[in-house]
DNA sequence: GGAAAACATTTTAGGCTTAAAACAATTCGG
DNA sequence: CCGAATTGTTTTAAGCCTAAAATGTTTTCC
């Protein structure tokens, strides 16, 4: 058996590493399930909200962000929470103010920031509909036991870190 | 210390099962994370193939799907592996098409099928960007160990298994 | 054989999403 | 203080996406 096929690098003539063609295929397995299970997840929780309280999956995202901020947030707070495109947050905080789910203000300190609130009427449908959703992912999840959760967790805040840092290394 | 209190679910006063509320923080909380950890890696790969190869997510989805399909693959499948609805692939394919990457054509034996095929052009070009995808791949999950793939892989399938058998509870 | 059901795709209407450019307001450095 | 960055938001142009209805085709089953 050689030595060199279990290496991941070798020594080229010039005594120079290079590497070696890896074998990722392992990765992209894994990242496409891993895109497979939130396609099928979001996808479902999308028809739930839809079928039950005709709301879109973004506005009800939106929403719940808000909910953590009883004293509002400015556009860029949600854009950077959601992490989604700033334009993409005028446009759906625009839908929502129109419903009358968000009220929306300048900040009198920085008159470029806008600050949105959920209405007491968008407060009162999110906690309906949160309720509700709750339980579709508690079944969603139900084969999992409370150890695969944790391990799961703690997995995936690894992969989270791995991914932030690779990404940081393409724009430092 | 109350006998009930560690129940899941308990008997009112018609001595009828009902549920008691039950916390699914832990659930939530993993979605979330799922849903964060797909975000920012989809994110990272759209970016870097936009500037790469100035093509978008989706269209490299697609070339993916019939790379694996060398007599080529109908709308319907094509739409069920990217678990998108039949509308989107028609528009995509529709795009790919003109830009040469695409051949499509009537299936012979069913004239309500199209059967559609990557032409040379489309096939070199998605291998050309599949190798480099790889290795982008790889560097975002460069921080697991091969022990933390085989784990993640395991729990992603069994939450697979899971989210399908919720979804198939609600419309059987 | 023919109506009815099933199937594959397209169309429609509306909303979501992004990247990049434009605009507006604030902060920073000299 | 003032021009130059920086920051927060909106606009723009293009593409993606969905659900539902419409269209054309094949199969089913009386």
Redesign the pocket.
């Known amino acids: 058996m050689p030595a060199e096929s279990d290496c991941t690098a070798m020594l080229d003539s010039e005594t120079k590493a290079v590497e070696t063609p890896e074998d990722h295929a392992d990765e992209l397995r894994l990242w496409l399930r891993l895109l497979t299970c939130t396609t099928l997840i979001e996808?479902e929780v999308?028809?739930r909200l839809?079928?039950r309280f005709d709301v879109?999956?973004?506005?009800f995202?939106l929403m719940a962000q808000l909910d953590k901020a009883p004293d509002g947030m400015?556009?860029?707070?949600?854009?950077k929470r959601m992490?989604?495109?700033?334009?993409?947050?005028?446009?759906?905080?625009?839908?929502l103010v129109e419903s009358g789910h968000l009220d929306?203000r300048t900040?009198e300190?920085?008159?470029?920031?806008?600050?949105i609130r959920l209405t007491k009427l968008g407060r009162a449908e999110f906690r309906r509909m949160a309720a509700e959703h709750e339980t579709w992912i508690a079944d969603l999840f139900a084969d999992l036991s409370p150890k695969d959760v944790r391990e799961l967790m703690r997995l995936l805040a690894k992969t989270k870190a791995s991914a932030q840092k690779s990404a940081a290394r393409r724009r430092p």
């Not at 879109?56 to 506005?59: E, G, N, W, Y």
């Not at 989604?84 to 947050?89: L, R, Y």
């Open positions: 996808g999308r028809g839809r079928q879109t999956l973004p506005r995202d400015t556009l860029s707070d949600v854009s992490m989604v495109s700033n334009g993409n947050v005028t446009g759906l905080v625009e839908r929306r900040s300190t920085d008159r470029r920031v806008q600050v």
